[in-house]
């Protein structure tokens, strides 16, 4: 799966929008880009994916590079509750039995919202 | 209630105690998996099971061993606790026909504490 890269730390004011980056660079044309969050301690949520065409879903909208090397999570209108770490995930879906589910979780983003 | 329950929660043990964690979902998926996180670090994959027959090691399998006892069903134990095992731990599922998507959905956590 590919290697991703992310900023370690972002701030944001409550109400704007929350746009974080990830890079890809080493991105295969059968792997997906996926975005979890962690809220202090919580188990991982799920938030979007996308493989080329940008995603939309209640919670965020995933905009993919066309050369697929990098991508941007955003959420529109970042709340206090938002607060969490942030994790982009790149992996492919083939279902092998040797493990093609397997996430694997780098350090993240640390968005701080504030006030 | 929730989709994935972990049990217990909390648990302080001391060294060389067996410790079994147990994971238990509603969910009706097929995977289950087991990860542990350090502070400050990112998830890490211990094992993951893709039905009740197949038992496979992640990346730090090491002093861990696993059981699954019910599609429902997936323990995690620690025959002999040592202290770089104090982590939180966390249960994941997902559902092998969910094609592209993929998504796992995770426990609440284990907080395990070994001195």
């Known amino acids: 799966d590919a290697k991703t890269t992310q900023p370690p730390s972002m701030d944001c004011a409550e109400g704007r929008a929350a746009n974080l980056p990830c890079n890809h660079s080493t991105i295969s044309g059968n792997e997906y880009v996926y975005w979890y969050r962690q809220i202090h301690s919580q188990g991982p949520q799920y938030i979007i994916h996308?493989?080329?065409n940008n995603e939309t879903n209640e919670m965020a909208s995933l905009i993919i590079t066309e050369d697929r090397k990098s991508s941007t999570l955003i959420l529109p209108h970042a709340t206090l509750r938002d607060t969490a770490v942030y994790y982009c995930i790149v992996r492919g879906t083939r279902l092998l039995t040797g493990g093609g589910n397997k996430l694997t979780f780098g350090t993240g983003t640390q968005l701080k919202v504030e006030l | 209630d929730a989709d994935v329950t972990q049990t217990p929660r909390n648990r302080i043990t001391k060294t060389g105690k067996r410790i079994m964690l147990e994971c238990s979902q509603t969910k009706g998926h097929d995977r289950m998996y087991w990860y542990r996180q350090d502070p400050g670090l990112g998830l890490r994959l211990i094992y993951y099971?893709?039905?009740?027959?197949?038992?496979n090691k992640g990346e730090i399998s090491d002093g861990y061993s696993v059981s699954r006892q019910a599609q429902a069903k997936f323990s995690l134990s620690l025959e002999s606790a040592i202290p770089n095992q104090t982590a939180l731990y966390f249960c994941?599922?997902?559902?092998?026909?969910?094609?592209?998507?993929?998504?796992?959905?995770f426990g609440p956590g284990t907080r395990l504490t070994v001195l």
């Open positions: 996308g493989l080329k």
């Open positions: 994941a599922t997902s559902d092998s026909s969910g094609g592209a998507g993929n998504e796992q959905f």
């Open positions: 099971s893709f039905d009740v027959k197949d038992i």
